[in-house]
């Protein structure tokens, strides 16, 4: 059983990837960095959850489209 994602991660992720789904991919370190320049997060600790978190729903998106 995974860990329980908070509101504030998941009003965040919801936001970003719905301004930029176009600029992040199914990649954790690339989507970390888009994650750092679209948003002001104050510590890396919260970044790195927010990009695991949209890593997670590109990945799922993506698996929808194919089937």
Same mark, same amino acid.
């Given at each position: ?15 970003l990837v719905k301004e ?5 991919? +199914?990649?954790?370190?690339?989507? #970390? *960095?888009? !994650?750092?320049?679209?948003?002001s997060i104050p ?11 949209? +890593?997670?729903?590109?990945?799922? #998106? *993506?698996? !929808?489209?194919?089937?």
């Amino acid at each position: 059983m995974g860990r329980i994602k908070t509101v504030l991660i998941k009003r965040i992720t919801r936001k970003l990837v719905k301004e930029h789904r176009q600029d992040f991919k +199914t990649d954790f370190e690339a989507n #970390k *960095q888009l !994650v750092g320049k679209y948003a002001s997060i104050p510590s890396n600790k919260l970044r790195n959850i927010i990009a695991g978190y949209v +890593t997670r729903m590109i990945k799922s #998106k *993506q698996e !929808v489209k194919e089937i």
